[in-house]
Nanobody
């Protein structure tokens, strides 16, 4: 069983930056063969896939609304996933979730493609 825990959310001013982290456990487990992704959700709307990264980092995907502003990365040696978020806008306000699935060399923005989810971390962009 894979457990994912996000951290790094909070209140950020427009134009600011924040880095979200996602830690996978147990420690003896490895993310080497897992596709990883970040999703976000606002009340009343479906969960949106905003970025994913394949197991060997061959493939990366960004939804158009975050291209050029967000950067996804992973460190398999530490079982960590990151999302660097720059030039934040009020419309980026959402609960952000990390997700994982045992699918080597795969990337997807669909919630149905991922079996494991974190509990979410709130990011609020406001002045």
């Amino acid at each position: 069983q894979v457990t994912l825990v996000e951290s790094g959310g909070g209140l950020v001013h427009p134009g600011g930056s924040v880095t979200l982290s996602c830690a996978a456990s147990p420690s003896e487990f490895t993310l080497d063969y897992y596709a990883l992704a970040w999703f976000r959700q606002v009340p009343g709307k479906d969960r949106e896939g905003i970025s994913c990264i394949s197991s060997s980092d061959i493939k990366r995907y960004y939804v158009d609304s975050v291209k050029g502003r967000f950067t996804i990365s992973r460190d398999n040696t530490k079982n960590m996933l990151y999302l660097q978020m720059d030039s934040l806008k009020p419309e980026d306000t959402a609960v952000y979730y990390c997700a994982a699935d045992f699918t080597p060399n795969y990337c997807s923005d669909s919630v149905h493609s991922f079996a494991y989810w974190g509990q979410g971390t709130q990011v609020t962009v406001s002045s």
